[in-house]
């Protein structure tokens, strides 16, 4: 591939470059390279590299290659079931960490799951129910060890606020728990479905950003609406936005409604022994009958099946299927997020599209048996990690114990007053308000605040769906305008090197008179082709006219470095044709540097190698400017 | 900005890095430069400059600048009428040129236009009337010299599936007509106001090989359909499909129908001559009531208003407005991609967003004046071309050509059998299939071609919409796996250079035993963050796999070669700080090479570069290397 350029008869330019650099102190140019093509790929073996980058990124069959056939069975069963391999090392030491960890986090989701079954408009046991069984399947198929599996608040707020723009929960309650327990099957349903056909990177497009804004925004809109429970506000608002909840709690406050206001100052450190405690309290002083509002009913026993529940036919199909999708995905992006985090910090390795098929086994097996939506929740996996969870086991203790309460002490929570599962939810909601992440993304890129801010203020002032529709349309905004309109710069020269960089990073770096060097900062495409065209021909114009100001030599040479063009489409060659075309009336010479396997490949299929001249491709901007004007660089040097 | 490395205290790593290399013989490194940091941009500036960047990056107002009041006045009002501008340097010469292309243009956009009519299932005089208003519009306010505008084939075919959709044109002709003329007021105020508003980018993203293809698609469909007219079929389908095409041509050729197969070998050379001939031919012989259809009814005199028709109100004014936004971005797509082929080949600029206003504007008067959606015309603006067109001119000619044929010889087009309009509009459309694109396009780009074909099959197999709807997904899907699924190479060291390189490009490139380096190709950005961060540990899992196997010193040092990494967000720092943090603890450096001025201002910002250690980030992937290991890299040399 290599060619030495002494032995290399047609190439010219790139001997008078080598000889010219050759008298130079700095040269580091005895051998003039030039640009390797790659060996050909046949067109199968270019498809299943593609595919597989793909689909198959993270390699999910390396353990399978060169094993018995017998093995890869084996291994494919953990791979499903994970259990079966990390239950195999499970020892006492590691049962000592879950137990702990399960322990706390039950006390957590107790409360947790009643108050968040209310956001979602469903009866306070079918909280419980969802911290029962998907746990289990979760701890059996899952593959992350710290996640806490449960109701969740953002994901309650959004199933509720969904399904009750279909049924009122209040007039048809038993209709509007089937809905639930269908877009619950289809959240898992879709969940799955993206994790087998392994399109688990949709989920990238809501990015970071959008999530902290659109979490920030629910926490909020949770929080307001806990304070109805808080403040006892009987004639609360159904709607979720800002402005209608504020004028009803205004509204309320100027009538002097019936208010606990000494409850708002209670920490919610302890959650289970602050209802414990006030449950007592109403109980022994029946203060529910001077107004305190009380659970009152809560239903004792495990799950009841729902199988024959769920609308498998009907108008509510559609409309299950499509809430089901919306929550299942934010759902994903909860739990892939807690996943990768924790993962990323106990150093092991997680598949998210593996993940996205438990997370969706659980969920369809939940749908089934009276559980609606469950993910993995940021509160209560944080305390898992903390109090040294080990393993999925810890879910399962948690589970046991969500068992134990609801075959016994559900009846208990009766007199448990709404006001203390609100404070217990707005300090859970607290948490996911995260000032530090937003001011940290204002620092680093004001698009992704942007972003950040749009999901934020669209769940706050209008609604948790309209937040989400902002989120994910700043974030597509961004892609489109990222390939639509890639950077450009003007390549100088680092005094006492070859080096070509940006001048407005490099102030010092000094152009060379006579010849132009741009780089293109992106593959160049359908989107962009028009656009980097125009954008070269702007900045030789740019020039042409400095030039001219400063009676300089007039620009005879246009270098494009091309590292950065990691690819180039049809409508990219075509530009390039056009911005060959417009240069040669204006007699400057186009000369390509770098161009990287990709590009070249295509430069000589499409025949435009040839139309440039192939002499006119260079390995570097040092070289290419060196061929385009010997002289000149020497009169400098 | 640069700092000499031996008045460098805190670089240590970097002095090491230089005095090894300054044992070396290739050195060019004596002195070694840090990574530029741009000086800070303020806010506002930085917003307006992506703002230029995105929505002017034509620079439409450079001649604006620096000039007086009313010499801004006056430039203004010849960027809406540009006829002002060059209508000052208008002459003879120029005008001689105009005619002989006006004239050549008419005789051929005459008998097309009545096919087109029919195309769009209007009378044919509806054709001619769009080839007389809306070329005098585009004459006063475009700025092409070389399009012909008038009906084109595919946007009346695709006018005609669409509406046809929503009312029978047999049926119902009067409203029918009027959805037509809302469809086309809508299909100009979008233009408008892509163009006003400087979103002409939009029409980028239907790539050149989705437009091949869909081309392709609709001049077999339309090729086919004019079958009927060839044959003479009377029960002919009015679906667009192949299949039923081919099935109904099938049954009559079957039941042996009316056929004039003599005329299907008639050369359409001189569409017009072949029309005056056969229309004399069977005015002479009667040779209509032998059962050769003729045109019949043509209406005399020129286009009348037709504002009242408009639907403002009503069901149809969405489904008008619907249509309208389809076709007329079609017809965008197709002059604005002649109006750049014939600016590029004369090299003159063209301003797409101000193309777009006069497109617009003259569709919007259009429909107000009985014409249905006129574009640029292929066949014509090339016939135009070739004839020695000058300016815009030949367009006025061909308008008053169309003029007096309206207004003195449509009766006489009463004869003009159906056959030969079939014929002409045949031979007009086989030039819209482009075999040469299609197999450069398969050469060039495969994911390209899948595009084309899916567009062509679309059109072809199922219908307009179809294939239109398949071509814009296809690409949006590649602009989804280029920004989810970017390129990523191992580099080695090309011999007797300083220079790092994709190994698979340069086989002969070595790698640096104890360091991988690794290139990221692509912004990282939250689409793909998360997938760079896995392959670059895929890459490290590799080698150190290789590195096992050979018995060679492990992988000390991970270098991320980092100059086409154009920008970087909040998802790629964090995936850089958990890339950060499994390296540390398999005892892996990372370390960074080249970048850019954005990425750099971001890696500060975010502390970052701080957490990896400010020294650890190069100018060059030698620097890094050299500082990495410079011990090996001297027992390589």
């Known amino acids: 591939m290599a060619s030495v350029s002494h032995s290399n008869d047609d190439a010219n330019e790139v001997d008078v470059g080598s000889q010219s650099s050759s008298h130079r102190q700095t040269n580091n140019m005895q051998y003039v390279h030039k640009v390797g093509v790659p060996p050909k790929q046949n067109l199968f073996k270019e498809f299943t590299t593609t595919f597989k980058e793909t689909f198959l990124a993270d390699d999910p069959l390396r353990p399978f290659k060169d094993q018995p056939k017998y093995r ?74 710290d996640i806490a599996i449960g109701p969740v608040a953002v994901v309650s707020l959004l199933l509720g606020t969904l399904l009750q723009n279909e049924i009122d929960p209040l007039k048809n309650a038993a209709e509007y728990r089937r809905l639930a327990f269908t877009a619950t099957f289809f959240a898992g349903i879709t969940q799955a479905t993206l994790g087998v056909l392994r399109l688990g990177f949709l989920i ?181 990690y903390m109090a040294g969870c080990q393993t999925a086991v810890s879910n399962i203790v948690m589970s046991a114990v969500v068992f134990l309460t609801l075959e016994f002490i559900t009846p208990l929570f009766k007199y448990t007053p709404n006001a203390i599962l609100a404070a217990i939810i707005i300090s859970a909601v607290v948490g996911l308000i995260d000032f530090q992440a937003a001011i940290l993304i204002w620092k680093i890129d004001k698009f992704d605040f942007i972003a950040c801010m749009g999901a934020f203020f669209g769940v706050v002032f209008s609604s948790v769906e309209i937040g989400l529709l ?94 950065p063009v990691t690819d180039i489409d049809t409508s990219g060659i075509h530009a390039f044709e056009e911005l060959h075309r417009s240069l040669q009336k204006k007699g400057v010479q186009l000369v390509l540097a770098n161009p990287g396997a990709v590009v070249i490949d295509k430069l000589h299929a499409s025949k435009f190698a040839y139309l440039i001249g192939e002499d006119k491709i260079f390995l570097t901007v040092a070289d290419a400017v060196s061929s385009c004007s010997p002289k000149m660089v020497e009169e400098e040097v």
């Not at 429970?229 to 004639?235: A, C, Q, R, V």
């Not at 710069?489 to 940006?502: E, F, Q, S, W």
């Not at 900062?521 to 125009?534: L, P, R, T, W």
């Open 72 to 145: 890869r069975f084996i291994l494919g069963i953990q791979t499903i079931f994970p259990i079966l391999d990390w239950g195999r090392s499970y020892n006492f030491a590691k049962f000592k960490g879950d137990i702990i960890a399960g322990l706390t986090i039950a006390s957590l989701c107790i409360p947790q799951d009643i108050g968040y079954a209310k956001l979602a408009n469903l009866d306070p046991q079918y909280g419980l129910y969802s911290s029962f069984v998907p746990p289990l399947i979760y701890a059996i198929m899952g593959s992350s060890r």
């Open 204 to 384: 990238d497009f809501l990015s970071h950003a959008a999530v902290v804004g659109f979490m920030g925004g629910a926490a909020i809109t949770i929080g307001l609406q806990q304070l109805k429970g808080l403040l006892g506000i009987k004639t609360f608002t159904k709607k979720t936005d800002i402005i209608s909840v504020m004028r009803s709690v205004w509204g309320t406050v100027h009538h002097g409604g019936k208010m606990q206001r000494k409850l708002f100052w209670v920490p919610a450190i302890a959650p289970l022994i602050s209802v414990v405690l006030s449950t007592l309290f109403v109980f022994l002083t029946h203060a529910e009958k001077q107004g305190v509002q009380i659970v009152n009913h809560i239903a004792k026993g495990i799950n009841p099946p729902s199988v024959h529940k769920i609308f498998f036919t009907g108008p509510y199909l559609l409309k299950g299927f499509k809430i089901g999708a919306v929550a299942g995905m934010i759902g994903l992006t909860e739990a892939v997020a807690i996943g990768r985090t924790f993962a990323s910090m106990k150093d092991y390795q997680l598949d998210g599209n593996k993940e996205m098929v438990a997370l969706g086994a659980m969920n369809i097996i939940g749908s089934m048996t009276s559980c609606y939506i469950a993910t993995g929740s940021f509160s209560r996996s944080a305390v898992n």
């Open 470 to 563: 902002i989120a994910v349309s700043i974030s597509f905004a961004k892609i489109l305008l990222q390939v639509t309109r890639p950077r450009t710069a003007v390549l100088g020269k680092i005094p006492r090197t070859n080096l070509y960089r940006n001048i407005l990073q490099y102030p010092e770096a000094t152009t060379v008179p006579g010849v132009l060097t741009v780089r293109v900062d992106s593959a160049i495409y359908f989107s962009n082709s028009n656009y980097v065209k125009e954008r070269i021909l702007r900045w030789l114009m740019d020039e042409e006219e400095k030039v001219k100001a400063a009676c300089l030599p007039r620009i005879q040479f246009l270098i494009v470095e091309m590292s």
